[in-house]
């Protein structure tokens, strides 16, 4: 690691105010990305700006009935979290789904949506990465890229958002609280990642010196009917080659309301309203499930070694929208997938 | 005194002598470096020293008492739960914070929640049974 300057913000418009006086300086909460990208030499801030011990720890309800998580809620609190584990299983799930307990236990919400993508390339500063150099070029289209997106890339990126517990926010439609010089603000969460297109060093929609306060659930959990299978190259404790969030709201065997992400596949968790839309109205049984998976998956393109995911994730969709309209999610610490 | 580029791991091995807590590979990968902050257990590879300034830090020296083994110390030597030993105290340390934790009652869910910690020798079923009898003592 480089040497750098450190403070500790005392408030949220002092974290914001030291992040304007110094535009290259970064934020530190959890630090479990951040210390290891400063290890690898890919960030070199001048100075971390800790807002570890600001007051963003609660879980509230909010007025509209439903729930605003403090940006530094700590991942396992949140998985643990009762009114989580009662309202929101897909979100406890996919959270059990990330990491390690001992990165849970440190890693905060804001900063589990800001985590950078894992594509080897991004570590490895002699290889060309347009995320860590832009204009340098990609090294994982023409390269090592197993682990790379499949919907959504850019001749610029392939790479992918690692984050579990984003692919359950997505499907809930969680919005993003910030605040930041210009004040505070409310994003979409489909709105809050981006596609690489032809500035794939921009991860998300948050603009400089602006900081993630908190995210706020909606009051639909689809608590009853959903679930989220991760599909990876161990049996635990390793990213996601394909992961799925299912979500169902049934009436009788009729589909009232589906929300599906997918991890793994994408530069953010991806979701396609016209594939839900086909939902609404089926029977919720295998042969629309089938055909959801071939209208979500269309335009999936495969690069060398990683052609095997579209396959993958068509029988990753139907066998978790099965998990879900059965009633009988995926349990994290159960490796076989029924 | 530390500089702020010193990581927790760091300042307990190369500072204050404390070298139960091992590294491994320094990325959160292997959790050799577990320590328990706050009753938690943490990867100390990925945390500076500076921001727990404050913190009730446990390393794998301060679990037992003074005259006796601490019950994951003495399970993991009656199962023979180690080969090499070198990831045991990070195991021990990790354990520690799962029973503490106390969302883990089948083997299964000891399996998955103990996936943060790595061990080379491939002694998990030992490991298993260990946690499983300390467990059960406390």
């Given at each position: 690691?480089?040497?750098?300057?450190?403070?500790?913000?005392?408030?949220?418009?002092?974290?914001?105010?030291?992040?304007?006086?110094?535009?290259?300086?970064?934020?530190?909460?959890?630090?479990t990305n951040l210390?290891?990208?400063?290890?690898?030499?890919?960030?070199?801030?001048?100075?971390?700006?800790?807002?570890?011990?600001?007051?963003?720890?609660?879980?509230?309800?909010?007025?509209?009935?439903?729930?605003?998580?403090?940006?530094?809620v700590p991942n396992?609190d949140l998985a643990?979290?009762?009114?989580?584990?009662?309202?929101?299983?897909?979100?406890?799930?996919?959270?059990?789904?990330?990491?390690?307990?001992?990165?849970?236990?440190?890693?905060?919400?804001?900063?589990?949506?800001?985590?950078?993508?894992?594509?080897?390339?991004?570590?490895?500063?002699?290889?060309?990465?347009?995320?860590?150099?832009?204009?340098?070029?990609?090294?994982?289209?023409?390269?090592?890229?197993?682990?790379?997106?499949?919907?959504?890339?850019?001749?610029?990126?392939?790479?992918?958002?690692?984050?579990?517990?984003?692919?359950?926010?997505?499907?809930?439609?969680?919005?993003?609280?910030?605040?930041?010089?210009?004040?505070?603000?409310?994003?979409?969460?489909?709105?809050?990642?981006?596609?690489?297109?032809?500035?794939?060093?921009?991860?998300?929609?948050?603009?400089?010196?602006?900081?993630?306060?908190?995210?706020?659930?909606?009051?639909?959990?689809?608590?009853?009917?959903?679930?989220?299978?991760?599909?990876?190259?161990?049996?635990?404790?390793?990213?996601?080659?394909?992961?799925?969030?299912?979500?169902?709201?049934?009436?009788?065997?009729?589909?009232?309301?589906?929300?599906?992400?997918?991890?793994?596949?994408?530069?953010?968790?991806?979701?396609?309203?016209?594939?839900?839309?086909?939902?609404?109205?089926?029977?919720?049984?295998?042969?629309?499930?089938?055909?959801?998976?071939?209208?979500?998956?269309?335009?999936?393109?495969?690069?060398?070694?990683?052609?095997?995911?579209?396959?993958?994730?068509?029988?990753?969709?139907?066998?978790?929208?099965?998990?879900?309209?059965?009633?009988?999610?995926?349990?994290?610490?159960?490796?076989?997938?029924? | 005194?530390?500089?702020?580029?010193?990581?927790?791991?760091?300042?307990?091995?190369?500072?204050?002598?404390?070298?139960?807590?091992?590294?491994?590979?320094?990325?959160?990968?292997?959790?050799?470096?577990?320590?328990?902050?706050?009753?938690?257990?943490?990867?100390?590879?990925?945390?500076?020293?500076?921001?727990?300034?404050?913190?009730?830090?446990?390393?794998?020296?301060?679990?037992?008492?003074?005259?006796?083994?601490?019950?994951?110390?003495?399970?993991?030597?009656?199962?023979?739960?180690?080969?090499?030993?070198?990831?045991?105290?990070?195991?021990?340390?990790?354990?520690?914070?799962?029973?503490?934790?106390?969302?883990?009652?089948?083997?299964?869910?000891?399996?998955?929640?103990?996936?943060?910690?790595?061990?080379?020798?491939?002694?998990?079923?030992?490991?298993?049974?260990?946690?499983?009898?300390?467990?059960?003592?406390?």
């Amino acid at each position: 690691m480089i040497n750098f300057q450190y403070a500790r913000a005392s408030d949220v418009a002092d974290a914001i105010s030291r992040a304007a006086t110094d535009p290259a300086a970064k934020f530190i909460a959890g630090g479990t990305n951040l210390i290891d990208l400063m290890k690898y030499d890919v960030e070199r801030p001048p100075c971390l700006i800790d807002i570890s011990r600001l007051p963003l720890r609660t879980v509230e309800e909010t007025s509209s009935g439903g729930l605003l998580i403090g940006a530094l809620v700590p991942n396992s609190d949140l998985a643990y979290h009762p009114q989580i584990e009662q309202r929101y299983p897909l979100l406890a799930s996919a959270i059990l789904a990330g990491a390690s307990p001992q990165l849970r236990n440190m890693a905060s919400t804001g900063g589990n949506l800001l985590q950078r993508t894992r594509c080897p390339y991004l570590y490895d500063t002699v290889t060309p990465c347009n995320k860590r150099q832009p204009g340098s070029g990609c090294s994982a289209i023409n390269g090592v890229n197993r682990i790379n997106a499949i919907l959504g890339t850019s001749d610029a990126c392939i790479a992918t958002h690692p984050s579990d517990m984003c692919v359950a926010l997505a499907a809930l439609e969680a919005k993003v609280h910030a605040a930041g010089p210009a004040g505070v603000r409310v994003i979409a969460f489909a709105d809050f990642h981006r596609l690489p297109g032809d500035t794939p060093e921009r991860n998300t929609n948050l603009q400089p010196q602006e900081i993630v306060t908190g995210v706020e659930l909606p009051p639909k959990g689809f608590n009853t009917n959903c679930s989220y299978l991760k599909i990876r190259d161990r049996a635990s404790y390793a990213f996601a080659l394909v992961s799925v969030a299912a979500a169902l709201e049934l009436e009788g065997d009729t589909i009232k309301d589906a929300r599906l992400a997918l991890g793994g596949v994408a530069h953010k968790p991806w979701r396609d309203p016209a594939a839900e839309a086909a939902l609404r109205g089926e029977r919720a049984e295998r042969p629309a499930f089938a055909r959801v998976a071939d209208l979500l998956l269309r335009d999936a393109k495969g690069y060398a070694h990683n052609e095997f995911k579209i396959g993958l994730a068509r029988r990753a969709i139907v066998r978790t929208l099965s998990q879900a309209a059965r009633g009988t999610p995926q349990l994290q610490s159960v490796k076989k997938i029924r | 005194m530390v500089v702020p580029w010193t990581t927790l791991l760091d300042a307990l091995r190369d500072h204050l002598d404390l070298t139960g807590t091992k590294k491994g590979c320094d990325h959160g990968q292997c959790g050799a470096c577990t320590v328990l902050v706050e009753g938690r257990r943490i990867n100390s590879c990925l945390t500076l020293a500076v921001m727990q300034d404050g913190a009730k830090v446990t390393t794998f020296e301060g679990l037992a008492g003074n005259d006796a083994l601490h019950p994951l110390q003495q399970a993991f030597i009656d199962h023979d739960a180690f080969q090499c030993g070198y990831c045991t105290s990070g195991q021990i340390c990790s354990a520690a914070g799962l029973i503490a934790e106390g969302k883990a009652t089948t083997a299964d869910e000891i399996r998955e929640l103990m996936s943060g910690s790595i061990c080379r020798c491939g002694a998990y079923p030992n490991i298993v049974a260990a946690i499983q009898q300390a467990t059960r003592q406390s």
